[in-house]
């Protein structure tokens, strides 16, 4: 290859996505350029090949590309200039990722730190970095009181451009505190990336897999279900996220979840034979796998189907490799450290019995008999005579207006019920529970936990029921705004076929989920939900200013997702609906978003289109009631011919003056 070949596939290796075949193109580039004069395009080729190890699951394969880039970068310092900065911040990814091998040893990861730090200090850049991964380096050793003294350096050294973006550092400063056994510290580094204040390409994504067993251990667990919501969605499938998806899967299996927790490692299933990845990664993927298989054994499913084989054989197989590695990590340090987490890893006992996460997700059955997805909340074990009577109240005190009264009725029925419980009566309880805390203010939290309870214990009993809670708790996380978690539950059962409502219900949840996608700005999905909707009420001549409003979300959410064609026909459809209504106002608001998609296409046709909107708010009948709709009208013309390209002068004068349209 040429210069120029190899320039014209580096910009074609920057469309491919992560993964191989990616890093496969780029290591054939680097070949080729090897053999070339220009030092400048090799350096620019192993820094693409660096990043696509580092997010491609490959950083063991880093160093070789990296001892070859310092020395082109140290013997032709002028070729390479512009590229300094690139090559210090991979310098200091590819020695985080020294850091994390167990096969580097400990000599020579400190070697490559001192040269990291080293280079920063020539070229004036901060320590900061530096002393986050020595940090990391002594958290691993055990040895918490540098690790700590290292960390505190790094949060009190001055921020510089190669420091990490605030949201990756905060992530470091809150597994440092939950390393050491402070969850509540690490809840508050982690806080800003939790509640969307900081973001960047993989996070939340990370903080949220890590935050979900501290908050559950912290008993915060509306914020853990929330972080699990929230946080799965962005890791599924994401190979360089593997570890969080292990973190997933054993938040499941501390949570009386092991049905949801063994739906996720099927997804995953092709990872646990996948072993050319990062070990690090790969020990905290395989090591949450392990707990959930461990528990699934425990519960009595040796036999469970994991890929091909069965739980106990693939444990039997990752216990292998577990002790593997943390052997070969135990003697990189010289202690037992890495072997005793593990084991206390694999030894824990469920955080909770059940936090329902409104994922429907039934254990296979057991001899014959199926079990249910969880266990009950409580352990208390007592009479179920003892129990009807506190049922009966709750519903004589639901009926009497006092739903505080009836809430206390029902939770002294599950406790004193305890495991004796049939599920069906559980689930009627949870249901009245549901409605005890629905009529109660500021209870929604609350609510949703005991709608999702309700909803989990009529699965397999009454899928109308079970329907009908689970919408309970996403229709009130949309309330709340929290249209993340919302969205979440919605997918799960939207396209069930006994959704217990008519054909206007049906379309009002189609409606919200839509509403929460359009609030993730994923407004494709959107308009599908807008149009199904609409599809429901086409023919419903009782609903037609309902029908009316969901083509025009529809038409919006098309526009949104660049879909221009399908855009311009929902906004006639739905400018049609509105003015046969006689609804003028959302009728001009559709004809003038009609105007402006022409008008980025064709803009004296758009100039023209609205030029009909606003003649027809001149009319006398129409002044009075749409004043309003007059001025934005004029407005927005306004706008447009501004915007618009270069127009004839003589197109131009008859609408240039506000006196002369007006």
Same mark, same amino acid.
């Given at each position: ?35 070339? =004069?220009?030092?400048? *395009?090799?350096?620019? /080729? ?7 190890? =580092? ?74 970095? /530096? ?82 067993? $501290? ?49 996720? *490692? ?54 292998? %490799? ?27 006992? #469920?955080?909770?019995?059940?936090? #329902? ?19 009950? %909340? ?193 906004? %006639? ?50 002044? =009075? $009631? ?27 004068? $008859? ?8």
């Amino acid at each position: 290859m040429n210069v120029e070949e190899v320039t014209a596939g580096l910009s074609e290796a920057a469309q491919l996505p992560t993964g191989r075949l990616k890093s496969e193109r780029l290591e054939l580039l680097a070949a080729a350029a090897k053999t070339l =004069e220009d030092k400048a *395009l090799e350096g620019r /080729v192993l820094i693409e090949l660096s990043v696509a190890y =580092e997010f491609g699951g490959e950083r063991q394969r880093q160093p070789l590309v990296f001892g070859r880039l310092l020395k082109i970068y140290d013997e032709f310092p002028a070729e390479l200039g512009g590229l300094a900065h690139s090559i210090h911040w991979q310098l200091k990814w590819m020695t985080s990722g020294l850091v994390r091998n167990p096969d580097v040893p400990v000599p020579t990861v400190n070697r490559w730190l001192s040269e990291l730090e080293s280079r920063y200090r020539q070229r004036g850049y901060s320590p900061r970095p /530096v002393f986050a991964l020595r940090s990391i380096l002594a958290l691993s050793q055990g040895d918490e009181a540098v690790a700590s003294g290292a960390m505190e350096a790094s949060i009190a050294a001055p921020s510089d451009d190669m420091a990490d973006c605030d949201a990756c550092e905060r992530n470091d400063w809150g597994y440092w505190r939950a390393e050491v056994g402070d969850d509540e510290g690490a809840i508050d580094f982690w806080a800003p990336i939790l509640n969307g204040q900081m973001a960047c390409a993989e996070e939340p994504h990370r903080v949220l897999g890590l935050a979900l067993l $501290p908050l559950t251990r912290l008993g915060r667990h509306d914020e853990a279900r929330s972080a699990y919501l929230r946080g799965y969605p962005l890791a599924r499938r994401n190979i360089s996220l593997r570890r969080t998806i292990g973190e997933h899967i054993e938040f499941c299996a501390l949570t009386g979840n092991e049905a949801r927790g063994l739906e996720i *490692l099927a997804e995953h299933a092709n990872w646990l034979t996948d072993q050319d990845d990062d070990v690090s990664h790969r020990f905290r993927f395989v090591g949450g796998v392990a707990v959930l298989l461990r528990r699934l054994v425990l519960l009595g499913y040796d036999d469970v189907p994991v890929g091909s084989s069965t739980a106990a054989d693939v444990l039997a197989t990752l216990e292998k %490799e577990l002790a593997a590695i943390s052997a070969r990590y135990d003697q990189r340090y010289g202690n037992t450290v890495t072997s005793e987490r593990l084991a206390a890893r694999l030894a824990q006992a #469920p955080l909770v019995d059940w936090l #329902p996460l409104g994922i429907s997700a039934p254990l296979p059955e057991v001899g014959g008999v199926a079990e249910p997805a969880s266990s009950p %909340e409580v352990t208390t074990v007592e009479s179920w005579d003892a129990v009807r009577p506190d049922a009966i109240l709750a519903e004589q005190e639901l009926r009497g207006d006092d739903p505080v009264a009836a809430e206390e009725s029902v939770r002294r029925a599950l406790q004193r019920g305890g495991r004796l419980i049939p599920h069906t009566v559980a689930a009627q309880l949870y249901s009245l529970l549901t409605e005890a805390l629905r009529r109660q203010p500021e209870r929604d939290l609350d609510m949703i936990d005991a709608a999702l309870k309700a909803s989990a214990r009529w699965d397999g009993i009454s899928e109308p029921d079970m329907l009908h809670h689970r919408f309970i708790a996403a229709t009130t996380y949309y309330r709340l705004g929290r249209h993340t978690e919302a969205a979440a539950l919605y997918e799960d059962v939207i396209g069930r076929v006994d959704v217990p409502y008519d054909r206007l219900g049906v379309a009002r949840i189609r409606k919200q989920y839509g509403e929460s996608l359009r609030g993730l700005r994923q407004y494709r999905d959107a308009a599908e939900q807008f149009l199904q909707a609409a599809a429901l009420l086409q023919a419903d001549k009782d609903n037609r200013h309902a029908y009316a409003e969901m083509a025009w979300l529809a038409a919006e959410a098309l526009q949104y997702s660049g879909q221009r064609d399908e855009a311009l026909a929902a906004f %006639e459809r739905a400018a049609a609906l509105w003015e046969t209504l006689g609804e003028p106002v959302p009728g001009v608001r559709c004809r003038r978003s009609i105007a402006w998609l022409v008008f980025r296409q064709e803009p004296q046709r758009g100039i023209d289109l609205m030029q009909s909107v606003l003649a027809g708010l001149t009319e006398p009948q129409m002044a =009075e $009631p749409m004043a309003a709709e007059l001025a934005e009208t004029e407005k927005q013309l306004d706008q447009m011919i501004k915007q618009a390209p270069i127009l004839e002068e003589s197109s131009a004068k $008859p609408v240039g003056s506000r006196e002369q349209r007006s």
